[in-house]
C-alpha cells in the first residue's frame, strides 16, 4: 500500500553500495524511516529529491523494516544554506534534535513547521541567528512535553518581577523575593520572551520577538542549558556550531 506525504530530510545515511536511508519528519506520520533504493546511480531520479534538507512530496510503500521512497518531488531544497557554514551548522544542529526529539509515526505538523520556518530564516540571513536557536530550541522541548513552568513564580506565584530566575534543574522560575542559588537570573524581558515562544499559538510567530544584545545572550544560555539538562545524548551538531562560532 502506498502513501503520499509532504515531509523534510533530516538525516541521511548510506546502506551498503548505493541504497540509502532517509529520516523523513513530516506532518502526519512525524518522523518516518524510508530506504531510497540504488541511490547513487546516475540515472535514479530520486536522487536530489532525497538528499539532506530537501523538503518535497514522498510516495511511500511499507517494506518489512521500513518504508521505501517509490518517488520524490522537491518543494523546497534550502540552497542558500550551503554557501554559509555558520547557518548549515545550525540547520544540521536543528535536524538533529527534531531526530532525537520526535516520534516516529505520530502526527507533528507544528514541528515540521517550526523547522520548515527556521531554515527559510537561515536562508534569507535577515535574523539574529541567537534568536533563530533559542526559539527552535525552547520551542522544539515544548513541543516535546518539557516545557519548563515559566507561568508564575513556582513558589510565591508572583507573575513577574525584575529581575526573575530560572532553575534549570526544576524548569521553574522564582520572584525576586523567592530567589534561590542555583537560580540563573533572568531580566524580565528574557522572561518575556520565553513566555512568548513556549506559549504562542501560531508556531510561525516563534521567532517575532527582539531583546536588547545582552538579554538575547542570557535567553540563549537558559535555553542552551535548559535543553541540555534534558535531552540526554551528545549533541555532536551543537559542538560544531560553537566551534566554528564566538558563540559561548
Given at each position: 500500500?502506498?502513501?503520499?506525504v509532504?515531509g523534510?530530510?533530516?538525516?541521511?545515511?548510506?546502506?551498503?553500495?548505493?541504497?540509502?536511508?532517509?529520516t523523513?519528519?513530516?506532518?502526519?506520520l512525524g518522523?518516518?524511516?524510508?530506504?531510497?533504493?540504488r541511490?547513487?546511480?546516475?540515472?535514479n531520479?530520486?536522487?536530489?529529491a532525497?538528499s539532506?534538507?530537501?523538503?518535497?512530496?514522498?510516495?511511500?510503500?511499507?517494506?518489512r523494516?521500513?518504508?521505501?521512497?517509490?518517488?520524490?518531488?522537491?518543494?523546497?531544497?534550502?540552497?542558500?544554506?550551503r554557501s554559509?557554514i555558520?547557518?548549515?551548522?545550525?540547520?544540521?544542529?536543528?535536524?538533529?534534535?527534531?531526530?532525537?526529539?520526535?516520534?516516529?509515526?505520530?502526527?507533528?505538523?507544528?514541528t515540521?513547521?517550526?523547522v520548515?520556518?527556521?531554515?527559510?530564516?537561515l536562508?534569507?540571513?535577515?535574523?539574529?541567528?541567537?534568536?533563530?536557536?533559542?526559539?527552535?530550541?525552547m520551542?522544539?522541548?515544548?513541543?516535546?512535553?518539557?516545557?519548563p513552568d515559566?507561568?508564575?513564580?513556582?513558589r510565591?506565584?508572583?507573575?513577574e518581577?525584575?529581575?526573575?530566575?530560572?532553575?534549570i534543574?526544576?524548569g521553574?522560575?522564582?520572584c525576586?523575593d523567592?530567589?534561590?542559588?542555583?537560580?540563573?537570573?533572568?531580566?524580565?524581558?528574557?522572561?518575556?520572551?520565553?513566555?512568548?515562544?513556549?506559549?504562542?499559538?501560531?508556531?510561525?510567530?516563534?521567532?517575532?520577538?527582539?531583546?536588547n544584545?545582552?538579554?538575547?545572550?542570557?535567553?540563549?544560555n537558559i535555553?542552551?542549558?535548559?535543553?541540555?539538562?534534558?535531552?540526554?545524548?551528545?549533541?555532536t551538531?551543537?559542538?560544531?556550531y560553537?566551534?566554528?562560532t564566538?558563540?559561548e
Amino acid at each position: 500500500m502506498q502513501q503520499t506525504v509532504k515531509g523534510l530530510i533530516i538525516r541521511e545515511q548510506t546502506i551498503g553500495e548505493s541504497d540509502r536511508l532517509v529520516t523523513l519528519l513530516t506532518g502526519d506520520l512525524g518522523l518516518v524511516r524510508a530506504f531510497v533504493r540504488r541511490a547513487k546511480t546516475i540515472r535514479n531520479q530520486n536522487l536530489s529529491a532525497t538528499s539532506l534538507f530537501v523538503y518535497g512530496e514522498f510516495t511511500l510503500y511499507r517494506g518489512r523494516d521500513a518504508y521505501v521512497v517509490d518517488s520524490a518531488q522537491s518543494i523546497e531544497v534550502f540552497f542558500e544554506l550551503r554557501s554559509d557554514i555558520e547557518r548549515l551548522a545550525l540547520a544540521q544542529y536543528f535536524a538533529q534534535l527534531t531526530y532525537f526529539l520526535g516520534a516516529e509515526e505520530q502526527p507533528a505538523p507544528e514541528t515540521l513547521r517550526l523547522v520548515l520556518n527556521a531554515l527559510h530564516l537561515l536562508c534569507r540571513g535577515e535574523k539574529d541567528l541567537r534568536i533563530i536557536k533559542a526559539a527552535v530550541e525552547m520551542r522544539m522541548l515544548t513541543l516535546g512535553g518539557y516545557m519548563p513552568d515559566i507561568t508564575a513564580c513556582y513558589r510565591c506565584g508572583t507573575f513577574e518581577s525584575d529581575p526573575m530566575y530560572f532553575d534549570i534543574e526544576e524548569g521553574c522560575i522564582y520572584c525576586r523575593d523567592c530567589y534561590r542559588n542555583n537560580a540563573m537570573t533572568a531580566p524580565l524581558g528574557v522572561i518575556t520572551a520565553l513566555r512568548f515562544i513556549c506559549l504562542t499559538e501560531n508556531v510561525a510567530k516563534v521567532f517575532s520577538f527582539s531583546l536588547n544584545s545582552d538579554n538575547l545572550d542570557i535567553l540563549c544560555n537558559i535555553s542552551e542549558k535548559y535543553l541540555l539538562s534534558r535531552v540526554e545524548k551528545k549533541l555532536t551538531t551543537l559542538e560544531f556550531y560553537k566551534s566554528i562560532t564566538n558563540y559561548e
